[in-house]
């Protein structure tokens, strides 16, 4: 069975700072990894995802993550958070060709801080 | 491009009542999912359809069932509700039955008191 932890249920971030949100997951077959953002009263809107090739994956708004497939691990980084990046932060993972069924951390609230 | 829609917005039920939510997809995808999102979690599987066909189903009971129309349109039934049905429902759609995308719609949340 496929399993997300996200370990910061929390992060607090000044404006400007850089930022790391941590993920890692447990599968004993490859997946394909994602990061999606939620605005408060808003669906899912994907930030970036992996599916093979170079670890390093950017998305959209500056944000960018990588794959590291010794530690299990997919973190997301930010160099320097906006207050627009206040939002909810979910990592998901899904088996390649087994359909759309995304298992989905339980989230990290990022708050920037003025 | 209109991407997925669902409605209604919000909804307030009583226990043991039932509800029926409602998912119009991208234009062209066939696939449909449905997630539940209760507060302070992340989205939980609950079905899949592509085709009109089920093609998964989550960890959840008998009183939660889906269909899809011709149109590729989905409804998400829940019956007999329960104080912890209580959440965000999320749509999401794709073009396939396996792919690394899927887009998602900005739910429905529904209150049972």
């Known amino acids: 069975a496929q399993s997300v932890t996200q370990l910061d249920s929390q992060v607090p971030v000044f404006e400007e700072a850089p930022v790391e949100l941590r993920c890692n997951y447990s599968?004993?077959?490859?997946?394909?990894l994602f990061w999606y953002v939620q605005y408060p009263n808003q669906g899912l809107q994907l930030l970036l995802k992996y599916l093979s090739g170079s670890t390093l994956v950017k998305g959209i708004n500056g944000f960018e993550a990588e794959f590291n497939k010794s530690q299990t691990s997919f973190h997301l980084r930010k160099p320097s958070v906006h207050i627009s990046d206040t939002a909810e932060y979910f990592c998901a993972v899904i088996l390649p060709n087994t359909g759309n069924q995304f298992y989905f951390g339980t989230g990290t609230s990022l708050t920037v801080i003025p | 491009d209109a991407g997925v829609t669902q409605s209604p917005t919000h909804l307030i039920k009583t226990r043991g009542q039932q509800v029926t939510l409602r998912c119009s997809p991208i234009s062209g995808h066939k696939s449909v999912s449905w997630y539940q999102q209760v507060l302070g979690q992340g989205p939980q599987f609950i079905f899949q359809?592509?085709?009109?066909?089920?093609?998964g189903r989550g960890n959840f009971p008998d009183r939660f069932s889906a269909r899809q129309f011709p149109n590729y349109s989905s409804e998400l039934n829940v019956n007999a509700l329960l104080l912890g049905d209580s959440a965000l429902y999320l749509c999401a759609s794709s073009w396939q039955w396996s792919t690394d995308t899927q887009y998602f719609g900005p739910g429905t949340r529904l209150t049972v008191l």
């Open positions: 359809y592509y085709e009109k066909e089920e093609r």
């Open positions: 599968s004993s077959v490859s997946v394909y």
